[in-house]
């Protein structure tokens, strides 16, 4: 079999850190002279890059090992990522899997598929199978999305006891400024002009190295990425309240670049529910790191993560975490049901929230994360705002403000991944809806 026609598909579940790690290991296999397609092509070799913070993740990981089959039963499936890390033989087991590779060995994918996968090792000797860095070697675009993600720490420290991230993703490590810097320039070089800086405890970035936390220590990375030519805009993506840099403040005040949105984890409002999850800042330290945001004259869009049914949360403490989303004021948030995640102290807390119960207020959180959009879409109505077009659904399109607000707006044929300016018109139909402005890049 000749190299050129051995064909590799990605596809990858979770979190911005495992999109980066899918990319890196793609831009891999290409350096090898082995074909990248999509997943849902007839492919010969598959990769399942694998999450398990939740029990709903697992569920698809096992769908998309069918799913590969049934594309191509010939095919060889790997499956990686967090799942593939925390239970190898679990996933060895799943009928179609030929290969199971944890996140410790992501950067000998390529080798070790060549050992495995009969029809390229007699490409051996031709195949450049030098192992990826820690940080996947670097990567110079991010396929199917119009901002480029870039990995600057791994790893998490904080033990939650909903969580098993630490498990599988190992102790926190930061990157070294220069490497993301390097990588911001190629990505830029790329056509890239909006960065996503993401990690698993992106807050506690160079902690490891012995800083502390009110030293700067992300901030002076972002300023050198936003001095790249054709990088406009640096966002955060989520960001824990514990171990907060005091020096992004003035970087947001100056407003240089960096996006006035910040993702802030809160799972709940309820005081004594965060303490049986264990998470590293209390309800009065989350709200004081609010109170500091809003008091350096910065009206940064806040948005959340807020955990429904953990063990033991009562209607009262369900109560409190409704009025605290009110409280803060979250341009939008992500609610999310609790799962019992194998071997976490969470699995043996009691007592167990009812599934009905669990549903029930689901549905009233997705019931006020639609209030919060609309209040929103309010605020914003009339605004003018830099958005990188994504694609939507059938006939639309959107992009996401500096703030984080997502916008939708009619599709238009050449627009995709393009920076335009839009209007932003109201909220309907359950969406913040905007008008385009200016169909041609801006701030170039």
């Not at 899918?22 to 694998?50: P, R």
């Not at 993401?198 to 506690?204: E, R």
């Amino acid at each position: 079999m000749s190299k050129t026609k051995t064909k590799i598909a990605f596809t990858t579940l979770g979190c911005r850190v495992n999109q980066y790690d899918t990319q890196a290991m793609k831009e891999q296999v290409e350096k090898a002279s082995l074909q990248s397609v999509g997943f849902d092509e007839v492919a010969d070799i598959y990769v399942i890059n694998t999450c398990t913070v939740t029990s709903g993740a697992d569920s698809e990981g096992r769908q998309l090992v069918r799913r590969a089959k049934a594309k191509n039963p010939d095919s060889f499936v790997v499956v990686t990522g967090c799942l593939a890390q925390d239970r190898p033989e679990e996933v060895a087991a799943l009928s179609g899997v030929n290969m199971v590779v944890g996140n410790t060995e992501k950067s000998a994918l390529l080798q070790k598929i060549v050992s495995q996968y009969e029809p390229l090792q007699s490409l051996i000797d031709d195949i450049h199978l030098n192992p990826l860095s820690p940080w996947g070697g670097g990567i110079s675009r991010f396929d199917g999305h119009q901002r480029a993600t870039i990995k600057v720490q791994d790893g998490c420290n904080f033990g939650c006891s909903f969580c098993l991230i630490p498990r599988v993703r190992g102790e926190m490590i930061s990157r070294p400024g220069l490497e993301i810097v390097e990588e911001g320039k190629r990505l830029a070089s790329n056509g890239v002009k909006e960065l996503v800086l993401a990690g698993i405890q992106l807050s506690s970035y160079g902690r490891d190295w012995g800083l502390k936390a009110s030293e700067p220590r992300l901030a002076p990375v972002i300023e050198k990425l936003l001095a790249i030519p054709g990088i406009h805009r640096v966002r955060l993506s989520s960001y824990a309240v514990a171990d907060f840099e005091d020096a992004l403040l003035p970087l947001w005040k100056s407003k240089m670049g960096l996006c006035e949105h910040l993702h802030l984890p809160l799972q709940s409002g309820d005081a004594d529910v965060l303490k049986a999850m264990r998470r590293p800042y209390t309800l009065d330290g989350y709200r004081a790191t609010v109170e500091k945001i809003r008091a350096s004259a910065l009206d940064l869009g806040l948005t959340a993560d807020v955990i429904a049914g953990f063990p033991g949360e009562s209607e009262e403490a369900f109560e409190n975490t409704l009025s605290r989303i009110k409280e803060f004021g979250f341009v939008d948030f992500h609610p999310f049901p609790y799962s019992d995640r194998p071997q976490t102290p969470g699995e043996s807390l009691k007592p167990k929230v009812n599934p009905a119960v669990i549903r029930e207020r689901m549905n009233k959180l997705w019931q006020l994360k639609k209030e919060c959009l609309e209040t929103s879409a309010q605020r914003a109505k009339g605004n003018r705002c830099r958005v990188i077009v994504e694609r939507y659904n059938a006939g639309r399109q959107a992009g996401l403000t500096d703030e984080g607000l997502r916008v939708v707006f009619p599709e238009t044929q050449g627009l995709l991944g393009k920076e335009i300016w839009v209007q932003v018109e109201g909220f309907r139909d359950g969406h913040a809806w905007a008008s385009v402005v200016a169909e041609s890049p801006v701030g170039v």
